[in-house]
């Protein structure tokens, strides 16, 4: 029974499943024309249908009862009622009535193209006021169409293309914001949601979508461009949205998910789409695909290009393509192809769109442009680590941040790889574009896809090359390419292979561009250097060693443009310092938050905050740069400081004669006061560029008369300022100059502001200087103490404040017999013997001070400190003084010998009483000297051995070492001190012989034993530079030998480099400070086959700077050094008339000729050059065939330089002397005459001269001004030295040179004397040998006479007869002026004289004058049988020089009998014991002795 109960439901369960239901519905919806329905029950009925429709199931539906409502949902009364809601429940029945009917749509095309028109033009639209009363139908239909798919449908519609062009259209403008309500009220998500779902649906689903469709979906892409783009300003409702969206656009959004659900079809329709515009505008350039129809064959770019229109529209899908990739990179493989065809294309418009295109869709670049470059803010406080997160820039945006979805270089390599060879395109712009592009790149990570390691050299050497590139505009590019890295990029990406020291690097040669010859890129990539530093100022100070790689050696790359010497390099410089390096800005104020109610005042923040104290923090940058310089630029910034105190003088004096100007109306003498003031004005003028500019400027700051200014300008130059002072008056300086009438006077004011401002010495942070000297904290001590000395140098006048302190710590620290001093207090006296020079009267002069004084000169350590203890102590040259030197004296003399404590203290002390104080050592001058000289110079207590090193630093030289040092110091100095003209004189004899001799003998001066070859090399560099001292002055001058001139000029070409370089400076220092004769700049000329090339770039430097300094003074000095070269060469041990011998001569001519010659001066010193034929020797009368055969060969490579030159030649009418002593007059006219005839150059030279200039021209072009290596030189001399130095064995030649002396060789002596060059690199041996220290028998000794001042008239008056026309024999003195002129002729102000010095120290840089170092192209040099012909049949006059470019003679007539001899010498390898360096000491010895006598 149970059991039939149960079954019996079942069965009418399926009797019930399988009946459909039914609509129930049966109220009418439609009517008659003119009995409408009233809108409200027409509400009611279409509610109550949209219910009942919304719970029927399609499956069970009965659709044949739909029929009669379908047909009145779908008649025009309801779908255009005027009333909104009635539409709207029509609409929501209507959806429901497709899906339950899908997939046949109950109604006619016409209904249907009714209905999606309600739906398309009404019902969805209304989604965009969320605050509609029947939003919730709105959204019905909305999902139903999404949901059910129904809206597919619309394409069976007529025309749907409308329709679907009105769907998008309305979607993505309503969802960005164009439609919204004015309540501003959003939409919701699931709205934008569905809105997407129907878009992908009509995508994938559609057999096709009309273009215009397309064109819509592709517009969304542009709204990313610009940022923030015109729709997305304001709202509907005013309101002022962000300019810059954190978010993507929502029609941006919804078109890239169509894309990226769709991207087969979406590739497809893109690729059409694409086509259509970029290969009929590029069709149009005729090459678009790498090939070109031959109509157009013909054409240039301007006429195959693509016109502007077309080119407009072709820019806006390359926008398109950009962002297409960062979105949807997917629908784009058919696109890339077409792109990369344009890569090849002629034009380059096209070239140089598709090169940006590529660039930035490998970066990750879309259409609103490259993300903002990171802020390198030099003066934000604590600086960045690299472990910092990098803050967003402010102006950061999510279309701006570089995203590549896809790997570019995997997809599409072959684009990729075509891209990467556009960086060598013949046109610039591609190149500037393809640079830009790298930068982004590289520092995007590509787009943050990332980049393979080889993928990431390729784009980094190729960002190298592009800062060496010929254009300036690429250059400029890589520069600010290398702007887009933040600093943790720059260090771990561009610096990976090396920093800025490490040649061949990005940084390196990022730190090239600094002396670019275009204003623009040297601008930029300074100020980029200078802010890296300063941002990666605090990981350098904590020693993080990636940075340190990277970016210490920027400031030394910085200061090094100094030795430039441009103005406006140097205007750069002082900008970049102080706005980069070290800014005023910095550190910034501290922050009120930090520190709430004692950030009122600094003195409250510092008692708060210690470690917030701005001076402290400034001193500590300051000094961390001071670090990180290597020895040139420490020159150079020293120097910068140096006329600092000069500048503000002469800024103060100008703000005078200002104030007495009076803005045009002076009162007093107008006359004078104007005369001041435009004197003042022109002394100013050359020191900055422009000085025509700098004069207008200056005449109107006078003019504009503004007081305020004046008195800013005193607080900027007064050293009473503190730094905060000076730093608020300079800050409103400038703000008064930019408001003034004539704001651009700034940029000749602002320099003289930093050039005159007490910025860096500012007695502000001296306590801060001073500490670090002694603590040494983070390792700053050793650049505290620089700086500290420079101040007490240069401005003691900051030290008022501090002395007292000083001599404090001096007492303090004063060390005893058990106790030494702290390293620290050498420095500090130092600081105390440069102020006790300008100020004696100010320091203590208690019994406290006087004894500390003596216990460092009796026992500080090093020895130095002695020194600057007896200076204070002998500063006051009163009689307490005197008294307390010889009570000094008394105590060393108790235990005076080598062995005593502290004798090296000692030594120094008594060196320096010897200088100050002679009467208080005459009486001990015996025992002093005689302990000096026997038991320390003359006497080796430590062993020799082979593997003693050539040279040891200062600090690692043993104490016999530096005590035979400060024993020749002492000899010197008794010399210095003695007052007697006559008694110092003879007194110099002696001393010059050890010196000699300690030239001579390459510093050996023990007999008995051998010296360690660093204390010969330190022995022979200090004898050279103690000579140079004693020239300094005239009495010493005087006496100067030409032999001792001689010894010493050899010591320019020592085997030792470190002895050459310092000597080379020293001599440098002293021409500079006019403290030498002129005769001493022709040493310099020696250094043409030095093998460091840095070294001798900077000696090339020097000499065209110096050049050109006399020029402009109108002082013939390096011209007239011409003749005493000529007679150098003569006399030099290299010298031989053979071919090869002549050649390595003509290399120091040339030397000569490259950086000394102009246009305007050639005629003057070929008059030298021939000149020299009209006299005899005067050292060797006999061998004065000698000068002939130089003579020759330096007015042959004259004539060749001005053929290459292409120089017009002017004779010089002036008269020109040769050195009295050097040269004597002639015999007879007739010898005269057969002299002037002869030709003495031999066979074969003419052609070996032409291939030497076109070397020259060859290593110029190799090694620009833009880029030099710096290795170059030194291995292009090593090629040219090397083979020389087996055939230079000119063995019968030094048999020869060494006839009237003798040449005894001692193995032990030629042993020893062998090894020091092996110990040098291999190209400083063979160099070096090459120009002079090969022989050592033969010297060129100049024997001038004492008559030294006139040494450029009298010796050549005599042989005005070889003119034939009068003799005004005694008449040449107009002529003596021409060397001594500079020392006789005083700077017009101090300032001068400090600015000459320090651009004196700037010529000792590693950079090269770009201006003059500019190289030329070579012309064609002539035949050289044209010249030997012209040469044979030349008269003997030599006045028409351009017409005879060679000086050679007939093959028989230019044999001169030394040439003959040369053919019978012996085999060259005998030579090889007869090197200068293989003389035996006994040999040297008895030269000695023989010029000894002489004196």
């Not at 505008?281 to 005729?286: A, D, E, F, L, Q």
């Not at 941002?535 to 350098?540: K, N, R």
Request: hydrophobic letters at 35%; aromatic letters at 6%; proline letters at 6%.
């Amino acid at each position: 029974m149970a059991r039939r109960r149960d079954e019996v439901p079942e069965e009418e369960d399926q009797e019930m499943e399988e009946e459909l239901v039914t609509l129930q519905f049966d109220e009418p919806l439609s009517w008659r024309a003119g009995k409408p329905i009233a809108t409200g029950e027409l509400l009611r009925r279409l509610e109550k249908l949209s219910k009942e429709l919304v719970d029927m199931d399609q499956e069970t539906v009965d659709k044949d009862s739909l029929t009669h409502v379908a047909k009145e949902l779908a008649s025009p009364n309801l779908l255009a009622h005027r009333e909104a809601g009635v539409k709207a429940f029509a609409a929501a029945c209507l959806v429901d009535i497709l899906k339950l009917c899908a997939p046949e749509a109950p109604f006619t095309p016409k209904q249907l193209k009714e209905i999606f028109s309600l739906f398309v033009k009404t019902i969805l639209p209304a989604l965009w006021d969320p605050s509609n009363a029947y939003n919730t139908q709105h959204k019905y239909v909305l999902t139903s169409l999404a949901e059910v798919k129904s809206i597919l449908l619309i394409n069976e519609v007529t025309n749907a293309e409308e329709l679907l062009l009105h769907l998008f259209s309305s979607f993505f403008d309503g969802i960005s914001g164009s439609s919204k309500a004015a309540s501003g009220e959003q939409v919701a998500k699931d709205v934008e949601f569905h809105m997407t779902d129907i878009l992908v649906t009509l995508v994938e689903e559609s057999p096709s979508l009309p273009p215009p469709v397309l064109d819509v979906i592709m517009a969304q892409f542009l709204r990313a461009a610009p940022p923030g783009g015109r729709k997305e300003k304001a709202d509907a409702n005013g309101k002022q949205m962000t300019l810059l969206p954190k978010e993507e656009p929502e029609a941006y959004v919804m078109a890239k998910t169509v894309c990226n659900s769709c991207p087969e079809k979406m590739a497809r329709y893109v690729g059409q789409y694409f086509s259509e515009v970029i290969m009929d505008v590029s069709g149009n350039s005729g090459h678009a695909n790498g090939h070109r129809d031959d109509d157009d064959s013909d054409d240039d770019d301007g006429a195959a290009g693509p016109s502007d229109l077309e080119f407009k529209e072709l820019r806006k899908a390359h926008q398109l393509l950009r962002e297409l990739w960062r979105a949807a990179p997917t629908v784009l493989p058919n696109v890339i192809p077409q792109v990369d065809a344009e890569l090849s294309a002629d034009n380059i418009q096209l070239r140089l769109l598709a090169t940006e295109t590529l660039g930035d869709m490998i970066a990750g670049i879309g259409a609103a442009g490259p993300p903002p470059s990171p802020e390198l803010d030099p003066a934000a406080y604590p600086p960045l680590k690299l472990s910092d997160e990098i803050p967003d820039h402010p102006a950061t945006s999510i279309l701006t941040t570089p995203i590549s979805p896809l790997s570019f270089t995997q997809t599409h390599s072959q684009a990729f790889h075509n891209f990467v060879g556009r960086k060598n395109d013949k046109s610039p712009l591609i190149r500037t574009a393809w640079t830009t592009a790298v930068g982004y790149i590289v520092s995007t990570s590509a787009g943050g896809i990332g980049l393979s390691r080889e993928d990431e050299s390729v784009f980094v050497n190729g960002l190298r090359d592009k800062l060496n590139d010929n254009d300036e505009k690429v250059r400029l590019a890589a520069v600010k390419a290398i702007e887009t890295f933040s600093f943790r990029d720059i260090v771990t990406k561009l610096a990976a292979i090396g920093g800025v020291n490490k040649e061949g690097s990005v940084l390196f040669t990022l730190a090239d561009r600094c002396r670019d010859k275009r204003p623009s890129v040297r601008v930029e990539a300074m100020a980029l250097l200078g802010k890296l530093w300063a941002v990666g100022s605090g990981e350098l100070a904590a020693g993080q060693e990636s940075v340190i790689s990277a970016l210490s050696g920027i400031p030394s790359r910085i200061f090094n443009t100094f030795y430039a010497n441009d103005l406006e390099l140097n205007v750069l410089l002082e900008r970049v310092v102080f706005e980069c390096l070290i800014p005023l800005s910095f550190p910034p104020p501290p922050k009120a938050k930090g520190a709430k109610p004692s950030n009122g005042n600094s003195q409250s923040q510092a008692a708060v905050d210690p470690a917030y104290d701005q001076d402290r923090i400034r001193a500590e940058r300051i000094l961390l740069l001071v670090k990180d310089l290597d020895s040139n630029a420490r020159r150079a910034f020293n120097a910068l400081q140096a006329r600092q105190p000069q500048f503000s003088k002469v800024l103060e004096n100008l703000v005078r004669q200002c104030d007495a100007f009076n803005g045009g109306n002076p009162e007093g003498n107008a006359d004078r006061i104007n005369q001041n003031l435009k004197k003042t004005i022109q002394y100013l003028c050359q020191f900055l560029p422009d000085a025509a500019r700098v004069e207008a400027d200056l005449h109107n700051f006078a003019n504009w008369h503004d007081r305020r200014c004046y008195q800013l300008i005193r607080f900027v130059v007064s050293a009473e300022s503190d730094f905060k002072t000076m730093h608020r008056a300079v800050k409103e300086f400038v703000k008064r100059i930019q408001g003034s009438p004539k704001p651009h006077i700034l940029e000749t004011l602002l320099p003289l502001i930093y050039r005159s401002a007490y910025i860096v010495l500012n007695k502000s942070h001296l306590s801060t200087y001073m500490d670090c000297s002694k603590s040494d904290k983070d390792g700053l001590g050793a650049a505290a103490q620089e700086i500290t000395t420079e101040i007490s140098q240069n401005n003691p006048d900051l030290f008022k404040t501090h002395v007292g302190q000083l001599c404090k710590d001096l007492v303090d620290g004063a060390p005893a017999a058990d106790k030494p001093n702290e390293a620290a207090m050498v420095e500090t006296l130092k600081a105390c013997s440069s102020y006790s020079k300008r100020y004696p009267k100010e320091l203590p002069d208690d019994r406290k001070f006087t004894q500390a004084l003596i216990s460092y000169s009796l026992h500080g350590e090093p020895a130095k400190a002695a020194k600057y203890a007896v200076n204070v102590m002998m500063a006051r040259k009163d009689d307490k003084s005197m008294v307390s030197a010889t009570d000094l004296l008394q105590r060393i003399m108790k235990n005076w010998s080598y062995d005593s404590p502290h004798f090296l203290t000692k030594l120094a002390a008594i060196s320096q009483l010897e200088l100050l104080a002679p009467k208080v050592t005459a009486d001990a001058n015996d025992k002093i000297t005689d302990t000096a000289l026997e038991d320390v110079l003359f006497k080796v207590r430590t062993d020799a051995k082979e593997s003693d090193p050539e040279w040891v630093a200062d600090s690692e030289l043993d104490e016999e070492g530096q005590v035979k040092c400060w024993a020749l110091k002492l000899v010197i100095n008794r010399l210095r001190g003695t007052q007697d003209l006559e008694e110092a004189k003879e007194l110099a004899k002696p001393v010059f012989k050890l010196l000699r001799n300690t030239l001579k003998q390459s510093g050996e001066l023990c007999k008995i034993k051998d010296t360690p070859k660093h204390h010969k090399a330190r022995l022979r560099l200090l004898a050279g530079q103690l000579f140079l001292k004693l020239c300094t002055l005239k009495h010493f001058e005087e006496i100067f030998s030409h032999s001792d001139y001689n010894q010493l000029a050899f010591l320019t070409q020592d085997p030792c480099a470190p002895v050459r370089r310092l000597f080379v400076e020293k001599l440098q220092k002293y021409l500079v400070q006019n403290k030498l004769r002129p005769r001493f700049y022709t040493m310099i000329f020696l250094t043409a086959f030095e093998p460091e090339a840095a070294f001798k770039s900077q000696i090339e430097t020097w000499i065209r700077s110096r050049a050109r300094f006399f020029r402009d003074a109108k002082q013939n000095v390096m011209e007239a050094t011409m003749g005493r070269l000529i007679s150098l060469l003569a006399h030099h041990p290299d010298y031989g008339t053979e071919v090869d011998d002549l050649i390595d001569h003509a290399k120091y001519l040339l030397y000569y000729i490259s950086n000394v010659t102009t246009e305007a001066n050639f005629g003057m010193i070929f008059k030298y050059a021939e000149r020299v034929k009209q006299t005899r020797d005067g050292i060797t009368p006999t061998e004065s065939e000698r000068l002939y055969v130089v003579s020759d060969l330096a007015q042959s490579l004259l004539r060749k330089w001005q053929e290459k030159k292409n120089w017009s030649f002017q004779a010089y009418a002036g008269k020109v002397g040769l050195p009295m002593g050097l040269y004597t007059a002639l015999p007879s006219h007739d010898v005269a005459q057969e002299i002037a005839a002869k030709q003495y150059l031999p066979e074969g030279l003419d052609e070996q001269l032409d291939d030497l200039l076109r070397s020259v021209d060859k290593k110029k072009k190799r090694r620009t001004a833009d880029e030099r290596a710096e290795g170059q030189p030194a291995q292009k001399k090593v090629r040219t030295a090397v083979p020389k130095a087996s055939t230079k064995v000119k063995t019968p030649k030094a048999a020869k040179t060494s006839s009237k002396r003798p040449a005894v060789k001692s193995t032990k002596t030629s042993s020893r004397s062998k090894k020091a060059p092996t110990s040098s690199p291999a190209q400083d041996s063979a160099d070096r040998r090459r120009s002079g220290r090969s022989k050592k028998n033969s010297s060129y000794i100049e024997r001038d006479s004492s008559e030294d001042d006139e040494d450029m008239l009298e010796g050549v008056a005599e042989w005005d007869y070889y003119d034939d026309d009068g003799n005004r024999m005694r008449d040449d003195d107009p002529d003596s002026s021409e060397l001594s002129g500079p020392e006789e002729e005083p700077a017009p102000t101090d300032e001068k004289d400090e600015a000459e010095a320090a651009e004196g120290e700037s010529e000792l840089s590693d950079l090269e004058d770009e201006a003059e170092e500019a190289p030329t192209p070579p012309s064609p040099p002539p035949k050289a049988n044209g010249r030997k012909r012209r040469a044979a049949t030349s008269s003997p006059k030599t006045k028409s020089l351009p017409s005879r470019p060679a000086v050679k003679a007939s093959a028989t007539k230019g044999k001169s009998p030394a040439a003959s001899k040369a053919k019978t010498k012996p085999p060259p390898k005998a030579r090889a014991t007869s090197t200068r360096s293989t003389r035996s000491r006994r040999a040297a010895l008895e030269d000695e002795d023989e010029d000894g006598d002489s004196e």
